[in-house]
């Protein structure tokens, strides 16, 4: 005797249009609609809104989140002095600086698509870190990919990854970076070891990628920071060839702060 089993058809499930459009936006990751269309779409029923309008709101909600994200990220990613951006530097503690240069670069980042650069010069404690920190901070905003370092932090990270036989291979993925910003150059020690590999990184960069850099000596004093005068000479060249340069003439902002805080307890 043969035994049949007799198989009921599996019940088919069918989704409704809610569940649907809902399954839909998770494969399409568009998350931030998924969140937020049906309080949009009682809005828009409430408003008799047409369909291009409840759309283009949801593709504009969509929008906005994904950049937003996309600026903390690249924020996060540039490590960028905190609380630095031009909104807050006391322009009025430079008044012979003038901050038109500095501001057409912020306003276009067609600087970093031709690789140019930018030197600040200035005393200690008039700015420079903030106004780098700050322009760094536009180009994020803007699109471009920077990166923040203590210029002698970086310079021993290079002289590490030589050391590793490595150096080629971080200098291609500094690369990925539109602007690096080496804060306080002057801090970078005299030593043969530790300026070759700024020079590298300067060499490798000339003409295809942006530096920002600070520093306290003005070019006529560079040879303390490079241990060969035609190293510092070639360097310079480099630098200076696609550059805008500002220099701060001013009082140390963080000595008068101090000054002030004293003098009032």
């Not at 290079?158 to 500094?174: D, G, H, I, V, W």
């Not at 080496?182 to 000339?206: H, N, P, W």
């Not at 004093?221 to 340069?245: E, G, K, N, P, Y």
Request: hydrophobic share 40%; glycine share 2%.
């Amino acid at each position: 005797m043969t035994n049949s089993l007799n198989l009921a058809p599996s019940a088919t499930i069918t989704l409704s249009p809610y569940q649907n459009l809902s399954q839909h936006l998770k494969q399409l990751r568009l998350s931030h609609i998924l969140t937020h269309w049906e309080s949009i779409e009682h809005q828009a029923l409430q408003e008799q809104w047409s369909y291009s309008r409840f759309l283009l709101t949801l593709c504009e909600l969509e929008s906005i989140q994904r950049h937003d994200l996309r600026l903390r990220r690249a924020l996060t990613e540039a490590q960028l002095p905190n609380a630095k951006s031009f909104s807050n530097f006391d322009f009025d503690h430079c008044p012979q600086f003038n901050p038109a240069p500095l501001m057409q670069l912020a306003d276009d980042t067609a600087w970093l698509q031709r690789a140019g650069n930018c030197l600040i010069f200035g005393p200690s404690g008039v700015g420079k870190t903030h106004l780098a920190a700050g322009l760094a901070r536009r180009m994020v905003e803007l699109g471009m990919r920077a990166k923040f370092f203590a210029a002698n932090a970086l310079v021993q990270d290079l002289q590490y990854a030589k050391l590793q036989l490595q150096l080629p291979a971080l200098l291609k993925k500094l690369d990925r970076f539109d602007l690096l910003v080496l804060d306080d150059l002057g801090y970078v020690k005299k030593s043969e070891a530790e300026t070759s590999v700024l020079f590298e990184l300067i060499a490798y960069r000339y003409e295809r990628k942006s530096i920002l850099i600070t520093a306290n000596q003005p070019f006529s004093q560079w040879d303390s920071i490079f241990s060969d005068s035609m190293m510092t000479v070639a360097a310079v060249d480099r630098l200076v060839h696609h550059a805008v340069i500002l220099e701060i003439k001013s009082d140390s902002y963080r000595r008068l702060v101090a000054s002030t805080r004293s003098q009032s307890t």
